[in-house]
Every structure is written in C-alpha cells, then in structure tokens.
T-cell receptor
Framework: AQSVAQPEDQVNVAEGNPLTVKCTYS??????LFWYVQYPNRGLQFLLK??????LVKGSYGFEAEFNKSQTSFHLKKPSALVSDSALYFC?????????????FGRGTSLIVHP | DAGVTQSPTHLIKTRGQQVTLRCSPK?????VSWYQQALGQGPQFIFQ???????QRGNFPDRFSGHQFPNYSSELNVNALLLGDSALYLC?????????????FGPGTRLLVL
C-alpha cells in the first residue's frame, strides 16, 4: 500500500519570504514523487518530480523539492514567495518498482501568500 | 501545442441519470487516466486507458466505465448517478514508457448531482 500525508491544511507566508509545503510518504517499493499545483476552478498543473538521481529537484516557477529517504519526505520549497503562488498544492506518490501505475495524492495544502 | 482538453466544463444531473464526460489528450500522448476530486480532497484514480483497453482500475464501482478511441481521446461514463458522485472529474494524459511518469491534467468537468 502507498500513502501520502500533507500535515498542514494551510500555510501562510509573507511575500518575499521562503516557503515550505510539507509532504511525507509511504510506499513499499521505490518512491516516485510528484508535486502539482491547482488554481481555483482549474485542473492540476505539474510542478516537479523525483524518480531517481539528485535528491534536490528543481521545477517550474522557481519551486524545488528535496527527497529525503530516511525521513520519507519530499517537501516543496521556494526561496522567495510571490502572491501569485497562492494556490492548492498536491503531493503524490506511486510505487516505481513496477506493476501498478496508480498514484496516490495527498489531501492538498492551501498556500496563502500575503502581500 | 494543445494541452489536455475536457468537455463539458460544468454539468448538472439528477440522481439516477447517466453522464458522459469527454477528454482529448495532449498532442503526442497515448495514455489517458481519469480521476475524481471531491471537494476538499485530492484526486482519486478511477482508471487508465491505453490502446483502447482499460489498463488499470482504482476502487470505483462498475457504474463507472470508460472508453478510449483510436485517436486516443477518451470518455468517462457514469450510470445511475448518486449524490456522492458530485465532484470535479479530471482527465490526465501521458506517454507510456519512462515519460509516463509525468501526467498532464485537463481543467476538469465539474459535475453536480441533485
């Protein structure tokens, strides 16, 4: 079985400050990890993924995420938040060991960036 | 480069009715997945189609069925609608193989069942 936990329903940050959106996962095989962003009344937009290689993954719009195997975490980060980053963020995991192609998504974290 | 498109954008149905949602994948993609996103929740996988066959299925009843056409577009059908089927239905496309890992999502169809 696989699961994702996004422990914070909402994250508030001031514009210009660094932001972190947390994600921890559980999977029996190799973790394939993803971050998506969802703006109001829109579908999910791909931000970045970790499949293998460097633990620090850089993605779209200045976002990055760090894969930490020992802590089973994949936190999303950005050095300087913008008001336009305000949206719903989803972490997802799937077992990369083969067989199932079904990703499991977290419940989402609402990021609010204050001017 | 056209992204994933879905139609209609919104739909209102009554309990017991049937609904068909449509999806056109991103250009060059051959695999289509469908998800249900209830209010306040993350997307839940319904099923995935490749080469016109259902490749994998999530934990959804048989009332949920689908189809993929030779041009890779896809339909999601839901029979005997229940109030609990009210949700945003998302279609995602990908390319089978290593790049299959990245799914690109459409804007969704918001279904309201009264």
């Amino acid at each position: 079985a696989q699961s994702v936990a996004q422990p914070e329903d909402q994250v508030n940050v001031a514009e210009g400050n660094p932001l972190t959106v947390k994600c921890t996962y559980s999977v029996s095989g190799n973790p394939y990890l993803f971050w998506y962003v969802q703006y109001p009344n829109r579908g999910l937009q791909f931000l970045l993924k970790y499949i293998t290689g460097d633990n620090l993954v850089k993605g779209s719009y200045g976002f990055e995420a760090e894969f930490n195997k020992s802590q089973t975490s994949f936190h999303l980060k950005k050095p300087s938040a913008l008001v336009s980053d305000s949206a719903l963020y989803f972490c997802a995991v799937r077992d990369g060991s083969g067989g199932s192609y079904i990703p499991t998504f977290g419940r989402g974290t609402s990021l609010i960036v204050h001017p | 480069d056209a992204g994933v498109t879905q139609s209609p954008t919104h739909l209102i149905k009554t309990r017991g009715q049937q609904v068909t949602l449509r999806c056109s994948p991103k250009s060059g993609h051959d695999t289509v997945s469908w998800y249900q996103q209830a209010l306040g929740q993350g997307p839940q996988f319904i099923f995935q189609y490749y080469e016109e066959e259902e490749r994998q299925r999530g934990n959804f009843p048989d009332r949920f069925s689908g189809h993929q056409f030779p041009n890779y577009s896809s339909e999601l059908n839901v029979n005997a609608l229940l109030l609990g089927d009210s949700a945003l239905y998302l279609c995602a496309s990908s390319l089978l193989g290593r790049e299959q890992e990245t799914q690109y999502f459409g804007p969704g169809t918001r279904l309201l069942v009264l």
